[in-house]
């Protein structure tokens, strides 16, 4: 398996430009740490060489109960929550302690491509429901919940969504209540978990959602984004006592102890709403001009309820040249423009997502492109909302009429 982590090579290649290309895929803006918790960690540093204690494990556990509540509304007992070194590291354990060759699993596309691959490492047979962009990207769950195979072992989900922005909506949660296999473990990969705008954030583990559902649910909480306190931030996951144990198992044997630095220092990142807060007033201003100078320069940004993306369907020319892919789309504007951006591309659909951790400054360079990127579309500008690819034919509903009449053109 040699296919590299997408943002490890789009690192590389910024890296490759030493600061001339725009940075629009990972962005360079930096979100610091509070800065009492910044100074906390300056005067404790000592202690990133002493494993964190009994008490200290403990303290981080409350901490997370207490955030689950306070954030989420959901009740979860200290034993049922498991710290982690970092999303990977969790996605890492639990996929090596709960999959067997041969299990199926269902993970989502467009989708944040580690779970996936982990499962591919694991030997798992994988199955992907489409995010549907005409259906505010909801998850095609129905056919794979119909489906007369094997069980499911895992549905690997992804709340707040990266890269469409897409929050749990009702019809998914009722289409999850379908999932009877016993056995069958939800997934909640909610990294983004508190960066919800037009509602309260939610959590799968909250049992208004859950229900009396049978089936396991396990959610996964990192403060990477949150909190950049270095590479192996600590972040936790949340299920059952019974799989928690395992994933703990595991990881005796996988991870050197958590530092008492990294666990004290998260627990205070954990207690600390007032940071939750900040982020989801400033994400919405940095999206909003994002989308704005997006929508200024001729792309159809998707609405961005979650999150600190914008994706927007890839055009048919860039720059006067025809491009299909977001991967062909990707490499022509970092190649001949110095953008660079992320590409998705799903066997249905097309995009690229923007990152808004831009820079002060990146936007004016951005709607300076405007003229040399003259984007094309095979529409009217104005005239048309939501373009897709779809099969390698570009559709659009028409913003005019209001219906959901659909065009198609096929791509040149
Ligand atoms: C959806 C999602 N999950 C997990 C991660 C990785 O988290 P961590 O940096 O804690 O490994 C990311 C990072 O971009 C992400 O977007």
């Given at each position: ?42 005067a ?9 204690g ?11 109960t ?24 969790a ?9 067997e ?31 549907d ?13 119909d489906r007369?195979a ?16 897409a ?6 949660i ?12 939800v997934?909640?990969d909610?990294?983004y ?35 950049p ?16 144990r395992?994933?703990?198992?595991y990881?005796?044997f ?14 205070l990142?954990?207690h600390?709403s ?11 201003i940095q999206?909003a001009?994002?989308?704005?100078t ?25 720059g ?9 789309a ?13 590409a998705?591309d ?12 831009y820079?002060p ?5 951005l ?39 659909r ?5 040149k």
């Amino acid at each position: 398996m040699t296919t590299r982590y997408p943002f490890a090579l789009i690192k590389e290649k910024l890296a490759a430009r030493r600061g001339a290309a725009l940075d629009f895929a990972i962005g360079q803006r930096r979100i610091g740490l509070p800065e009492s918790i910044d100074s906390w960690i300056r005067a404790n540093a000592v202690l990133a060489m002493k494993p964190a204690g009994q008490a200290e494990i403990e303290a981080f556990t409350e901490a997370a109960t207490d955030l689950l509540r306070r954030e989420y509304g959901a009740d979860i007992a200290a034993d049922r929550i498991l710290p982690t070194p970092g999303g990977r590291a969790a996605m890492s354990a639990f996929v090596a302690s709960i999959l067997e060759p041969g299990d199926e699993v269902l993970v989502t596309e467009p989708g944040y491509p580690s779970f996936a691959r982990l499962a591919t490492h694991r030997h798992a047979n994988l199955h992907e429901a489409v995010l549907d962009p005409e259906h505010g990207f909801a998850p095609d769950l129905g056919s794979a919940l119909d489906r007369d195979a094997a069980p499911l072992r895992v549905i690997a989900l992804n709340y707040p969504n990266n890269p469409t922005g897409a929050t749990l909506t009702p019809e998914t949660i009722e289409l999850l209540r379908r999932v009877t296999g016993t056995g069958t473990i939800v997934f909640n990969d909610a990294t983004y978990g508190p960066l919800v705008y037009d509602h309260q954030p939610t959590s799968l583990l909250n049992e208004n959602i859950s229900g009396d559902s049978q089936i396991e649910l396990v959610e996964l909480h990192s403060f990477s984004k949150l909190f950049p306190i270095g590479p192996i931030a600590v972040s936790f996951l949340a299920g059952s006592e019974k799989t928690m144990r395992s994933v703990s198992n595991y990881s005796e044997f996988a991870w050197s102890p958590l530092s008492s630095l990294q666990v004290q220092a998260t627990t205070l990142c954990l207690h600390d709403s007032a940071r939750l807060q900040e982020l989801r007033e400033f994400f919405p201003i940095q999206l909003a001009q994002l989308r704005q100078t997006l929508t200024d320069i001729g792309f159809e940004p998707y609405p961005s309820p979650s999150g600190i993306y914008s994706i927007c369907p890839v055009p048919a020319h860039i720059g006067g040249k025809a491009v299909t892919t977001g991967a062909e789309a990707a490499e022509h504007l970092m190649d001949d423009f110095d953008l660079a951006v992320v590409a998705w591309d799903t066997p249905q659909h097309s995009y690229l997502r923007f990152s808004s951790l831009y820079q002060p400054g990146d936007l004016e360079r951005l709607a300076g492109l405007r003229e040399r990127l003259q984007l094309d579309w095979p529409f009217p500008s104005g005239s048309a909302v939501h373009p897709a690819t779809v099969k390698g034919n570009l559709c659009w509903h028409d913003r005019l009429s209001g219906t959901r009449f659909r065009y198609c053109a096929k791509r040149k």
